[in-house]
């Protein structure tokens, strides 16, 4: 990262290292303010960042080091596949010893520098995350909004941006309002790339609901393509309602899958449509329109796969929850880009695209719990979502089943790094499937683990 203070660096490197976790690509963020924290102490005053400050600058500079230092061994002792290095680095000399520490252990460096000229943007930045930072604890914020400024001011003096023309590089300018981007080489920085000109920070809510109680759900009965069971219907009917009641007049776009249960559903709500095939169901192949103890009954391996591990599970001719985020990603690109939006959508999906802004990891998105009936609000915050649930009051179902305490698998496991083929053949046994990548050993990835133990809370 590259930028002055509180122009959003630790902001973007979460949501980058959101992302790319959730693509079962391992990335860690690195956040030098934290090491600065731990071994300097917080509560410095802005004359601790002062360039004329010698000590200072020199227990930056050993901050700087020993987070190098911990992501160079985590690369290559833990097979790190992308680490985000979260700090100012904001002077020419600095970005040279990075570019040459790291290039010369083979790891290639994508500088992303963040420049923001919107003075109220910055002042809202302070309010909104630095106030409340370990730096400023028990510090009157008005004092500390004041300190902060002057630190910002000991940074521009030395500012300089990137102009270093043999780097790879992206500069979003005001929020992505430009972007500038320089030797952009490889698949992974294009998609890195492509996802931060999807970014914006402008306030709005996304809305997830599953569709109304199915005939399939009364049934017991997973997949198929069957319309609202009464209650169902009820729910479709309060959801206009609801919906309108939260977001008051403010524009809203509803997605729904190609599926009748959640067109059915979506059908009463006065806002833009649109359907996407992507956000279909996973599709349990050949156990589609069974019930759970059928599927034990006729296919018991393939059960006891499942249980074994739900997220690598490819059903017989149909998928995983691993094919599902693989085929949800665009999905995930569009959401970003939009302001309001409500997705009326299924279990599995909605588990997937909900494991994304909560950062689940694999081992737990398939039990995420997302009843029938009940509608999601997230409102993005500086570095997270803010979730709150309204349940309607129309009894369905519950299609939730738990993790089994100890799970036994019949079949050994095949991570034998298949490819992303989106579906296996019909009548294949399912099995469980690993890409090449996510064979590599994944922590987890919660919110509230933090690099280094201590609170996720920017200022380098
Ligand atoms: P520091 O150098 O002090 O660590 P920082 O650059 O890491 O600061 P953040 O802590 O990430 O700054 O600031 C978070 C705030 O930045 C959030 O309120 C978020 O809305 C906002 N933000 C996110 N992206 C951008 C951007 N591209 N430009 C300006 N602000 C942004
Ligand atoms: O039961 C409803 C349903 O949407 C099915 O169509 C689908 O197969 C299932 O949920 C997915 O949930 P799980 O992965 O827990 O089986």
């Excluded at 303010?33 to 731990?38: D, L, S």
């Excluded at 930072?133 to 004041?146: F, G, L, M």
């Excluded at 003096?157 to 023309?165: A, L, S, V």
């Excluded at 979506?266 to 059928?294: I, V």
């Amino acid at each position: 990262m590259v930028g002055l203070p509180a122009r959003g660096k630790t902001y973007i490197s979460q949501k980058v290292c959101r992302y790319l976790t959730w693509l079962s690509i391992k990335t860690k963020v690195f956040n030098v303010g934290n090491y600065r924290r731990k071994l300097h102490g917080a509560n410095m005053p802005h004359t601790f960042f002062d360039p004329h400050n010698c000590i200072g600058e020199q227990h930056r500079r050993e901050a700087a080091a020993a987070a190098m230092e911990d992501m160079i061994r985590w690369f290559n002792e833990e097979q790190g596949v992308v680490a985000i290095y979260d700090a100012t680095n904001s002077t020419i000399a600095r970005r040279k010893w990075l570019h040459e520490s790291l290039s010369k252990q083979d790891i290639k460096v994508l500088f992303i520098e963040s420049i923001c000229q919107d003075e109220s943007l910055i002042i809202a930045n302070i309010k909104e995350v630095k106030l409340s930072s370990p730096d400023y604890a028990n510090v009157d914020p008005e004092d500390a909004a004041i300190d902060f400024r002057a630190r910002i001011d000991h940074y521009k003096e030395q500012y300089e941006t990137i102009t270093e023309e043999n780097y790879t590089y992206i500069k979003l300018i005001n929020v992505g309002s430009q972007t500038i981007i320089n030797m952009i080489q490889v698949y992974l920085e294009s998609r890195i790339v492509y996802y931060l000109m999807n970014l914006h920070i402008a306030p709005r809510k996304i809305y997830f609901s599953r569709h109304g109680e199915s005939q399939f759900n009364v049934q017991g009965k997973i997949g198929g393509d069957s319309f609202l069971s009464p209650r169902g219907e009820l729910y479709a009917a309060k959801l206009p309602g609801l919906i309108s009641d939260n977001l008051g007049g403010k524009p809203l776009t509803v997605w729904t899958s190609t599926m009748n249960r959640t067109i059915q559903t979506a059908a009463g709500l006065p806002y833009p449509k649109m359907q996407w095939k992507a956000l279909d169901e996973l599709d349990s192949g050949l156990c589609d329109g069974m019930t759970y103890e059928e599927i034990e009954q006729k296919y018991p391996e393939d059960y006891a796969n499942r249980d074994e591990d739900k997220f690598n599970y490819r059903y017989r001719g149909g998928e995983s929850y691993r094919d599902v985020v693989l085929r949800l990603e665009p999905i995930i690109m569009e959401l970003e880009r939009h302001e309001n939006i409500l997705i009326v959508g299924h279990q599995a999906i909605l588990r997937c695209i909900y494991a994304y802004f909560m950062n689940y990891d694999q081992d737990d998105l398939p039990y995420l719990k997302i009843p029938l009936h009940t509608v999601i609000e997230f409102t993005p915050k500086a570095y997270g979502c803010e979730e709150k649930r309204y349940k309607v009051d129309i009894e369905a179902v519950d299609t939730h089943r738990p993790k089994p305490v100890k799970a036994k698998a019949v079949v050994k496991p095949t991570a034998t790094g298949v490819p992303n083929k989106p579906k296996s053949v019909p009548g294949a046994s399912g099995e469980i499937v690993k890409d090449p990548v996510s064979i590599l050993p994944l922590k987890n990835h919660k919110d509230k683990e933090i690099p280094n133990g201590t609170a996720i809370n920017g200022t380098t």
